[in-house]
């Protein structure tokens, strides 16, 4: 009765099931589920991954086909009915294209760490994962402005096929290879995507391309005035750093009770708690310039900028070295401003700022790898920064900005008093094109440097 019924709507039971596996390959999971396909649904389906090409082909099929055959025109109807051989040829290259297993050579699950300006090399195994014969086709993904494309042959079940993917002279930044399924014919008349499912084992790998980095040596030890444990003035009311003993207070801890000067006294209720110095931590904050207007322009708006990629440079140099001495690193830079930002309180102090990750070495190298310059009017210059630093972070013991040439004097020392007084604060301006040089303004030491190894003599002119 199936065969009966299946002739007499014209389409045979393998006709049947071809149509219904190239539908199953296109439209989602749910979809498939339902044996019934509607002219209407079918319609839709090839609309889709039609591309202009074959826009054009089918016009050959519906116009000039019919047309050549009203008219007895022979050209016109052998173009329309070779289009639609054409046609019918490209769509069984739409089937297949999700059993594909993808895998990197060495096989990890780490992502991939690179220095600006070294080569990306990496061999990617493609594994036809299925038990079924799977047809050409090819992988794609974004890499930044380029593109990485494998083109996959005919896999036989379990066949894999290797393919080695090399960009040299990488620049820095962070780049996600996410890759996609690109199921085409040989006339490019139809095109299809499919996205991994990453339950299936094809997962995203990122690529993190780290700034340069230059050796600084140890001289950030001279220059801290307040070391990890050293005590202040601040006293308070529970610390390691002993100071003197004060009568009780409702609210005072019973374990910091001294209880010899209690039985000194002699008076019952009457307790004698002692009091201590806060120790400060050596808190090291390095701000990062990020609005464009604190840079030199380039000549072409599309490339890097020179002085920005020095000043990431150089605050990577100095929060690594910072890191290897076991320092507390905080590495900011402002946030573009918001309509709903309000402007007193510290949860509106740490929203104007954001913070980079600086945990580790390589966390910072990681952070590093992602900021870019911004090129709105509402990002928050260095003056505003530095004022959101000096209400935020009140254990900082050091600061050292890092800016373009177009920052001035002026700038600087809006940005010296917005800091807290008493610490050590040193600005790296960064500028390729000029000489280096060392200046101060009022108590803070102003360096240009025009390449990045001069960043430890910086450093080194700071700490005299």
Same mark, same amino acid.
């Given at each position: 009765?199936?065969?009966? +019924? ?9 006709? =049947?099931?071809?149509? *219904? ?9 749910? $979809? ?12 839709? @389906? ?21 047309? %050549? ?33 993808? /895998? ?8 991939? #760490?690179?220095?600006?300006?070294? @080569? ?32 996959? !042959? ?6 894999? /096929? +290797?393919?080695?993917?090399? #960009?040299?002279?990488?620049?820095? %930044? ?11 014919? !040989?006339?490019? $008349? ?7 499912? !990453? ?15 230059? *050796? ?23 610390? @390691?750093?002993? /100071? =003197? ?10 374990? /910091? ?22 120790? *400060? ?6 701000? $990062? ?33 910072? $890191? ?11 946030? !573009? ?52 630093? %000096? ?69 080194? #002119?700071?700490? #005299?």
């Amino acid at each position: 009765m199936s065969r009966i +019924r299946n002739n007499v709507s014209g389409i045979t039971t393998p006709t =049947a099931r071809a149509i *219904r596996r190239l539908v199953g390959s296109v439209v989602p999971a749910a $979809l498939v589920s339902d044996a019934k396909y509607s002219p209407a649904m079918v319609a839709k @389906t090839v609309a889709s991954v039609l591309t202009a090409a074959g826009w054009f082909a089918v016009a050959l099929v519906l116009l000039w086909w019919p047309l %050549g055959s009203a008219l007895r025109w022979v050209e016109f109807a052998i173009a329309g009915a070779i289009a639609l051989l054409i046609l019918l040829f490209a769509l069984p290259f739409l089937i297949g294209g999700q059993n594909y297993a993808i /895998h990197f050579e060495p096989e990890s699950t780490a992502d991939i #760490r690179l220095t600006a300006g070294e @080569t990306f090399e990496t061999t990617v195994i493609v594994e036809n994962s299925s038990s079924k014969l799977e047809m050409p086709g090819q992988l794609e993904s974004s890499f930044g402005d380029d593109q990485l494309v494998i083109r996959v !042959p005919l896999l036989r079940p379990f066949a894999t /096929h +290797r393919q080695t993917l090399r #960009r040299p002279n990488m620049p820095r %930044g962070k780049l996600v290879i996410s890759w996609r399924s690109i199921r085409k014919d !040989p006339a490019a $008349l139809v095109r299809r995507e499919v996205r991994f499912d !990453p339950t299936l084992g094809v997962v995203d790998k990122t690529v993190w391309v780290h700034p340069k980095i230059a *050796r600084v040596g140890s001289p950030l030890r001279g220059i801290i005035k307040d070391l990890e444990g050293n005590p202040s003035a601040q006293l308070v009311d529970s610390d @390691t750093s002993f /100071h =003197a003993i004060r009568e009780y207070r409702a609210g005072d801890s019973s374990r /910091h009770i001294h209880w010899a000067s209690t039985a000194k006294i002699g008076k019952v209720g009457e307790f004698m708690v002692r009091q201590f110095q806060e120790t *400060r931590r050596s808190r090291v904050v390095l701000m $990062l310039a990020a609005s464009q207007t604190e840079y030199a322009k380039t000549v072409l708006a599309d490339e890097p900028n020179p002085e920005f990629e020095l000043a990431v440079s150089a605050l990577g140099s100095v929060g690594y070295q910072a $890191l290897s001495d076991g320092r507390t690193v905080t590495a900011v830079m402002g946030r !573009p401003r918001t309509s709903d930002f309000v402007s007193n309180g510290r949860g509106a102090s740490k929203a104007a700022l954001k913070e980079l990750k600086a945990t580790s070495k390589f966390k910072l190298l990681d952070s590093l790898s992602d900021v870019q310059l911004s090129n709105k009017s509402s990002q928050r210059l260095l003056k505003e920064v530095s004022l959101r630093v %000096g209400q935020t972070y009140h254990d900082v013991s050091l600061v050292v900005v890092f800016c373009g040439s177009t920052v001035t004097d002026s700038q600087l020392r809006s940005i010296q008093q917005n800091l807290p007084k008493g610490i050590g604060i040193l600005t790296v301006v960064a500028s390729p094109s000029a000489a280096t040089s060392v200046r101060t303004i009022e108590k803070m030491k102003v360096v240009t440097i025009s390449s990045l190894d001069q960043i430890s003599s910086a450093i080194r #002119r700071f700490q #005299r």
